[in-house]
């Protein structure tokens, strides 16, 4: 009898082990990740609607009716590798507990009703490699904690109702390559830049001061910079084009009053779009956009530009594109703007 007891006990935890795969503060995690969203915002037909703990592990496999989207785990199907959540509506707030999921790589809430603030936990998450929480409706603060995220590619949380400054220590983050923060009330300058980003979204903020170069020191690898509709103000000096790997600028809707053009060093340069459109800028058409090799749409429009339209510009051949309307040029504009085998788009009406 004794033998038969054991030998149960043996057998009932080979079940309990074949089934309980993932890992139990894996399993506290989701549980407290889905009863902070409200059950009122849960579809029957979604992924979180799925997420059935008494009928199923969460990283067991085959799913079927249980747990069928919205979760990746490890090979081992012991640890939760990804969250990423349909776009249905789902209300809530982000539990705090979402940091015992330390082996997470995405989390992607994006395009549904999360609210609250973003929790200064999240900093446990040190694999994370992206970060989605874009078109919800967080508030409060960038947390200062999510730049300890070193191993974090991509941070979106633009379309949120974030406020404050952005956290000092941001250049920590040598991961990040792609930043996203756009549409939100964040005030307050552009502290030093990760080196490794890419790309750089701030759109519509509340930003505001001139543009320091020691944001920006060590740029290297910066490509598209999308700073429009904030409160930018100053003179934007000559450093900021020779960016070595700058493609993209747009600084449109801002307060900036003056723009310095230096020749890019020995005519080399990847710049291709420049929109200086809606600011307060004085002064003649800088001419030295002419000495950028590939640059194809230039937007000057709505500043207190005066004199006449340069010659070079006409002449330069990589030119798409020129918006100068809405400033107190004079004179005929060139000719060759809008003759010849590929003619200007744009506008340079007043």
């Known amino acids: 009898m004794a033998t038969f007891f054991i030998s149960l006990v043996f057998f009932l935890c080979f079940l309990l082990s074949t089934y309980a795969l993932t890992s139990p503060s894996d399993i506290s995690a989701l549980k407290a990740f889905k009863a902070s969203v409200k059950p009122s915002s849960i579809p029957t037909w979604s992924c979180l609607a799925s997420w ?11 799913r079927r009716t249980h747990f069928t989207c919205g979760l990746t785990c490890t090979p081992d199907s012991k640890r939760v590798t990804q969250i990423t959540l349909d776009p249905v509506g789902y209300s809530g707030t982000l539990t705090p507990l979402v940091s015992q999921l330390t082996q997470l790589a995405t989390l992607d809430l994006a395009d549904n009703y999360f609210y609250g603030i973003i929790p200064f936990s999240i900093s446990s998450l040190v694999n994370l490699q992206s970060l989605t929480l874009r078109s919800n409706k967080f508030s409060g603060s960038v947390p200062s904690s999510i730049t300890k995220l070193k191993l974090l590619e991509a941070l979106d949380l633009s379309h949120n109702s974030l406020s404050g400054f952005l956290p000092s220590a941001m250049n920590w983050m040598s991961g990040l390559r792609r930043l996203d923060l756009s549409y939100n009330q964040l005030k307050g300058s552009i502290p030093k830049l990760p080196p490794n980003l890419l790309e750089l ?8 001061g001139p543009l320091s170069k020691s944001s920006f020191d060590g740029s290297t690898q910066l490509e598209v910079i999308e700073l429009s509709e904030n409160s930018f103000s100053g003179t934007l000096q000559s450093w900021f084009f020779l960016l070595p790997s700058i493609q993209q600028v747009n600084l449109a809707n801002n307060s ?4 310095e053009i230096s020749s890019p060093t020995a005519g080399q340069s990847d710049l ?15 001419v030295n956009f002419a000495a950028y090799p590939l640059l194809s749409s230039l937007t000057l429009r709505y500043n207190r530009l005066r004199g ?12 798409k594109r020129l918006f100068l309307d809405g400033n107190f040029l004079i004179g005929q504009p060139p000719a060759s703007l809008f003759g010849g085998q590929a003619p200007v788009s744009g506008s340079l009406g007043r």
């Open 52 to 62: 059935d703990f008494a009928a199923a592990d969460p990283c067991a496999s085959p």
């Open 201 to 208: 979204a701030l759109k519509r903020n509340s930003l505001s």
């Open 256 to 259: 900036l009053t003056g723009v």
């Open 272 to 286: 291709v779009a420049v929109d200086l459109g809606f600011n307060r800028i004085e002064g003649y058409v800088p």
């Open 308 to 319: 006449k339209i340069p010659l070079v510009l006409a002449q330069k051949k990589s030119l």
